[in-house]
C-alpha cells in the first residue's frame, strides 16, 4: 500500500513539473529561487511570489529550514510532511451547472454552466469552457419607435394606413409568437432643437398652412401587448409634428424604451427589438450644451403618465429639457444591460450615418426605409431572420477584477477552427452549438473586489453566466496564530509554522535581543544596507549568519558549487572551488611541489607531468624543444610529436642537404645498381644517415606543394618541397667517366632526407666512343670551303683586272685625233623604175 502511494506520488510530480513548466515557460532553477527568497518570511508573502511556490508549516528546531520552496522541492523535503505543506491551487469549479433543455421545456437553458466560482493564484492562469446550444427561438416584443418630424410625414400615413394589417403580416411573415408596442419622438423643446416661438409651440406647421401636433421629446404611446387593435388605434391616433434643426432627439427615446422595462411592457422571457424609423441624423451627448443644459444623461427611467382623455397608457419623457442626450456608448450599456436589439430603418440619406453604430451597439441592425416606409414588413422580416441566426456575446468588463487578464477564443458551428478574441457566430440554427474557451491570469491580488460578479451574456438572450471571483492571497494557517508561543520562546506567535516576535526580540524561535549598538540583528546579517541577509543562503541567528549546506563566509556569500565541472570533478582533479558574490573561481593544488594551472574553462586540469614522456630518458619538458602549455607540448618550429620528440626540419639534422654531404651515398648505390648488387646491405655505412630510392628517372618533386595544383609524382609520395627544396645532383664516378645522378627532398614521414638516385643506363649516364665521320667530314668540308674561296678570290681578281684596262683604253680613245676625207670607190646607190605598159612613141 505503501508503495502504491508512493507511485500515485511520483506520478503526480510528474504531471505537476510539466505542467508547471507549460504555465509558467519559467526553468526549475528559475522557480526555486523565486521561491527560495530569503525576503519572504510568511505563508502569504509565499505563494504570492510565484503560483509553485508552497509553504511548510510544520514547526522545527532546525533554524536553517527552508519553508518556501517550489512544490516539487517541498515534496521532496524530509523535513515537511504532505499534511503540513500549504499549496492553495488555482481551479474553476461550476457552481451550477443545469443540462439544457429540451424544446418543450419551459424554462429555457441554452447557457451552461450557468454559475462559475474561480478561484486564482496570483500569477496563475485557468482554463474553462462555456457552451452555448440554441434550443428554441425566444418570443418576441417589438417596439416600434418612429420619428413624428414634418419630413417623415408620408411615412405616418402609411403606417396608419397598414394599421392593425401591420401586425398581423409580420405575425405571418416574421413570428406569430411577437407583441407589440408603439412610441414616437421629435426632440427637445428648447431652441435651437425647436421653435419656442408660442403659435409654433402649438403647431408647429403653422407657416405651412397645415395642422401639426405640438412638438415633444418622446411619447411612450403604446405599451409591448398582443392586443393588435390596441396598436391599430395608437398608430391611428398619432399626428404629425416638427422642429426647426435636422439632427431629431431619438436617442433620447432609445434610452427610456431600454431602461424603462416595466412601462414599455418588455417581457423577460422574450427576445427585445426595437424598430427606429428615422429620415435623419440624430443628435447625441453634449449636443444638450447648445441649449445650456449640462447635466448628463443619467440612463434612469423618466417616463410620466399624461392625463389624457384620449389614452391613458400615453408616457412622455419629463426629463427631456433638464438630461442631456444620451452618448452612444450609454446606449450601448443599456441595450446590453436589458437585452435590446435595435433595427434602424432609415432613408438613404443618413443609411451610412447608422451603419457606423452597427459595428458600435452589438446585435444591431440597419436597413433602408422607403421614402413612405411601404417596406417596413421586409426590413423587420430580414432583420429578424438575422438576428436570431447571428449571436453576439460579450463580457462585462466593468465588473472585472483588477489585475485580471480575460483572453477567449470561439468555435462557431460553421466555422473549421478556433476563431481568437471574438465572441460572435452568425448561421445559428436549432440545435447548434456554440463553445467558448476562457483563459484567465491573475496578475496581481487585488486590494478590492467588484460588488457584483462579472456576466457573460448577450443581448440576444435572457440567460447569463456568472464570473465569480475568488483569489488565492491568503493562507488559512495565516488567521490561526498561537500568540506568545513556547515555540517562539514565549516572546512571538507562531503563525504557520513560523515564528513572529514581538518588537525587541529576533532570531527564527524570538530567542534572541535585539543588539544596543543601534543596529538590528538581522542587520548584523547584511555586508550592506541594501544587501540581502545572508546573502539569501543562510539564517540569521542572533546577528550571526548560519549558513546553509554548501554555503560559508561571514555572510554566507560563499559555496563551493558553480564553478566549471571537467570529467565529473568540479575544478577539475587538482582544484578546489570558490564561488563568492557569484564569481566562480577554482584555486588550483600542487603535486610533486608543481602547481596545477587553469585550462580554457577555469579548470584547474592543467599540470607540466603530462608534457613529460615518461616512457623515455629525457626527463625534460616536452623533450627540451618547446613550451608545456596546459598539459599539452608546444613544440618549436623544429620539432614534432606529443613530447615534441621527433626532429621534423633538415636544421636539426646532423648533415645538410648539399649534394657533397650525400654523394658517397649515392656514388655507392649507384655502383651496387650497376654491378647487380644489394644496395642495402653494400652501402650501410654510406646511408647510415640517410635514406634512399633507386628511380628509373629523377622526378620533379617541386610541383607537391598543396597549392601548386598539379598532380605530384608517384616518387615523390609523401615529399615536403616547402621543408626542403628539392636539390638535384650530378657526380662523375671516381672509376669512370660515368655520370651519377641524385635528388635531395624530405620525407614528412621519415622526417629525415630522402635520396632518389637514377638507376644505371650505360646509353645516358656514360659517355659515346667517337665517330670518324665527325672528323673527316669537317676535314673535308675545310678544304672545299678554301677552294671555293680560293676561286671567288681569284674570280674578283681577274674582274678588276679587265676593269682597269678597260678604262685605260678608253682614255687612249679620248685622246686619238682623226680626219675627214671620200672614199675614192664609194658610189652612191640607185634605183631604176620602168613601167611596162609605157611604149614611146
Known sequence: MLNMERI??????????????????????????????????????????????AWCSRTSDNSNIKRCRSYTKTLQASACATADITMPRSDVIFQKNLPFSSRDDISVVQLRPQNININLRKGDTVKFNVTFRK???????????????????????????LGASLAEAIRQNVTSDINMGFGTFVDKVMMPFTSTVPDQLKNPCVKADEFCSAPFGFRHQQPISGDLTAFKESVQNTNISGNIDSPEGGFDALMQIAVCGNKIGWRESASHLVVFTTDASFHTALDGKLAAILDANDMQCHLTKVNSSVDSNVYVYDKS??????????????????????????????RSLYDGLKSLIPNSFVDELANDSNNIISIIKTAYNKL???????????????????????????????????????????????????????????ATLPSQPMTFTSSSLQEFVK???????????????EVDSPSCSTNGS??????????????????????????????QCKRSDTADICERNGRCVCGVCDCDENYHGTYCQCTNTGCPVTDGNVCGVGGKCENCYNQPKCNCTSKNGIPYTLDNVGSCTCHESECIDQRSNNTMVCSGNGNC?????????????????????????????????????????????????????????????????????????????????????????????????????????????????????????????????????????????????????????????????????????????????????????????????????????????????????
Open 8 to 53: 500515485k506520488l511520483f506520478i503526480f510530480l510528474a504531471v505537476f513539473v510539466v505542467y508547471s513548466v507549460q504555465v509558467s515557460g519559467q526553468s526549475a532553477a528559475d522557480i526555486d529561487k523565486l521561491c527560495e527568497d530569503t525576503a519572504i518570511t510568511s505563508c502569504d508573502q509565499c505563494i504570492r511570489k510565484h503560483p509553485q511556490c
Open 135 to 161: 434550443v428554441k427561438d425566444y418570443p418576441v416584443d417589438l417596439y416600434y419607435v418612429m420619428d413624428l418630424s414634418n419630413s417623415m410625414k408620408d411615412d405616418l400615413a402609411e403606417l396608419q394606413k
Open 321 to 350: 429639457k433638464e438630461l442631456d442626450y444620451p452618448s452612444i456608448g450609454q446606449l450601448r450599456a443599456a441595450f446590453v444591460a436589458n437585452k435590446i436589439q435595435p433595427i434602424f430603418a432609415v432613408t438613404k440619406e443618413v
Open 388 to 446: 436570431k441566426e447571428k449571436l453576439q456575446m460579450s463580457l462585462d468588463d466593468d465588473n472585472k477584477p483588477t489585475g485580471v487578464g480575460i483572453s477567449y477564443r470561439t468555435l462557431c458551428p460553421t466555422a473549421s477552427g478556433w476563431a481568437d478574441n471574438s465572441l460572435s457566430c452568425d448561421q445559428i440554427k436549432i440545435g447548434s452549438e456554440v463553445t467558448y474557451e476562457f483563459t484567465i491570469t491573475a496578475s496581481t491580488c487585488p
Open 467 to 481: 464570473f465569480n471571483f475568488n483569489f488565492l492571497c491568503d493562507c488559512n494557517c495565516s488567521s490561526m496564530a
Open 494 to 523: 507562531l503563525v504557520c509554522g513560523a515564528c513572529l516576535c514581538n518588537d525587541g526580540h529576533e532570531g527564527s524561535r524570538c530567542q534572541c535581543t535585539q543588539s544596543t549598538i543601534g543596529l538590528s540583528l538581522n542587520a
Open 629 to 841: 602549455s596546459c598539459s599539452s607540448c608546444n613544440c618549436d618550429p623544429k620539432y614534432d610529436g606529443i613530447y615534441c620528440q621527433h626532429c621534423n626540419s633538415p636544421s636539426c639534422k646532423t648533415i645538410t642537404a648539399e649534394c657533397s654531404s650525400h654523394e658517397s651515398c649515392a656514388i655507392c648505390v649507384n655502383a651496387a645498381v650497376q654491378n647487380r648488387e644489394n644496395a642495402n646491405d653494400l652501402c650501410q655505412v654510406q646511408c647510415k644517415d640517410v635514406t634512399f630510392q633507386t628511380v628509373k628517372a629523377i622526378p620533379d618533386c617541386s610541383v607537391c606543394s598543396a597549392d601548386s595544383g598539379v598532380t605530384c609524382p608517384s616518387d615523390c609520395a609523401d615529399v615536403d618541397p616547402s621543408v626542403l627544396t628539392p636539390t638535384p645532383c650530378t657526380q662523375a664516378q671516381s672509376t669512370g667517366q660515368c655520370k651519377v645522378s641524385y635528388n635531395i627532398v624530405w620525407k614528412k614521414s621519415l622526417r629525415n632526407y630522402l635520396v632518389l638516385i637514377k638507376e644505371f643506363d650505360q646509353a645516358i649516364d656514360c659517355p659515346k666512343p667517337i665517330n670518324p665521320l665527325v672528323i673527316v667530314l669537317p676535314i673535308v668540308a675545310g678544304i672545299v670551303i678554301l677552294g671555293l674561296i680560293a676561286l671567288i678570290a681569284w674570280k674578283v681578281y681577274q674582274t678588276y683586272r679587265d676593269k682597269r684596262e678597260w678604262k685605260v683604253f678608253e682614255n687612249e680613245m679620248k685622246q686619238s685625233k682623226w680626219t675627214k676625207g671620200q672614199n675614192p670607190i664609194f658610189e652612191e646607190a640607185s634605183t631604176r623604175f620602168e613601167n611596162p605598159t609605157f611604149h614611146a612613141t
